[in-house]
């Protein structure tokens, strides 16, 4: 049964000797920061994942520093002792944590946003200039020695002046897409249910029918929840032009991933740019073949500068936590 008591879970007195379980083993410098407060216990090599964190989590885990790959759902929550303080998700997005049943356990969930914006936001670029360009096929050519030489007509892309980029979701790292994306003279539209705090100049809100029919470059922001999954499907790739691009830096089931394969296919679109999957780490059947599909290993956040920063965050989250105070980045502070 929940504990009803009013005084939030975290801020009884600290544990003297917290014990911090990492999942997988954490970039410098988290491990020196917990090591200072507390023991940490690393669960990399485990034969049983699920159970042996659940076991962590009922007898001694004061904080979890997650993984964006470990599900921790409501069962996982219902198994957890009352030592167990937070849930600190190593990662800007927390669709991995059923946060409603940790908030029904008093139990905190923090997450690590801000830093990995300027990163994600680039591989963004990345992957629209690649896929308007043709540069993975490209590059494919000249390695199988297929190159049959310059051409007026040959291996031609899309411009990115004057093209119409839509982001769907408008948080900080679409906004930092959008920002880069002026510079190459391209027009923003975007999708937002909630309330842009930082207002791109000359960007324009409108609805997703509108977004769709007027995308050059379709850019995915938005969090994966039961409203947003499979939010593009084989009707809305149907709706857009047929020199559409679609990029998806931030949820791989967002997309319906065999719908994404068929549209590649007959050109119900032009091309793809992926750095997440629906059945991460595998590609749906067919999605490999296409030439037109820009793929990388979720690799948003993915250069040592980001990936520290977010170490010393998560970092930060759970030792505060161990102290009995409210982490900075705390998703349910209302976990009381």
């Not at 930060?316 to 998703?331: D, L, T």
């Amino acid at each position: 049964m929940v504990n009803a008591k009013t005084e939030p879970r975290w801020a009884r007195a600290s544990p003297s000797s917290p014990l911090f379980v990492l999942t997988r083993q954490l970039p410098s410098p988290a491990p020196e920061m917990l090591t200072v407060v507390g023991k940490v216990r690393l669960l990399e090599s485990r034969a049983d994942p699920a159970t042996e964190l659940r076991e962590a989590a009922a007898v001694d885990a004061t904080v979890i520093c997650s993984q964006l790959t470990d599900v921790l759902d409501r069962k996982f929550f219902e198994c957890a002792g009352p030592q167990l303080l937070a849930v600190c998700n190593y990662a800007a997005g927390y669709d991995n944590i059923d946060v409603a049943a940790a908030t029904d356990h008093r139990i905190l969930v923090t997450n690590t946003p801000d830093v990995l914006t300027t990163a994600t936001a680039d591989h963004t670029m990345g992957l629209i200039l690649a896929a308007a360009r043709r540069l993975c096929e490209g590059d494919a050519v000249m390695r199988a020695g297929r190159f049959p030489g310059w051409s007026p007509t040959y291996m031609l892309g899309a411009d990115l002046d004057g093209a119409t980029l839509a982001l769907i979701g408008y948080g900080r790292i679409a906004r930092a897409v959008a920002k880069r994306a002026l510079a190459f003279g391209m027009r923003i539209v975007y999708v937002n249910t909630g309330t842009a705090v930082d207002e791109v100049p000359g960007a324009e809100r409108v609805g997703l029918a509108e977004a769709l029919r007027r995308a050059d470059v379709l850019s995915i922001h938005a969090p994966l929840n039961s409203r947003t999954r499979h939010l593009i499907g084989a009707e809305e790739l149907k709706a857009m032009k047929p020199t559409a691009i679609v990029v998806n830096t931030a949820r791989g089931p967002i997309i319906d991933e065999r719908a994404l394969v068929k549209a590649l296919r007959t050109g119900t679109i032009a091309a793809a740019g992926l750095d997440v999957y629906e059945r991460e780490p595998d590609l749906t059947p067919g999605l490999a073949e296409c030439t037109n599909a820009v793929l990388s290993p979720h690799l948003g956040s993915a250069t040592r500068g980001t990936r520290a920063a977010m170490a010393r965050v998560c970092a930060v989250n759970a030792v505060a936590v161990a102290a009995g105070q409210m982490p900075p980045n705390a998703v349910n502070p209302d976990a009381r």
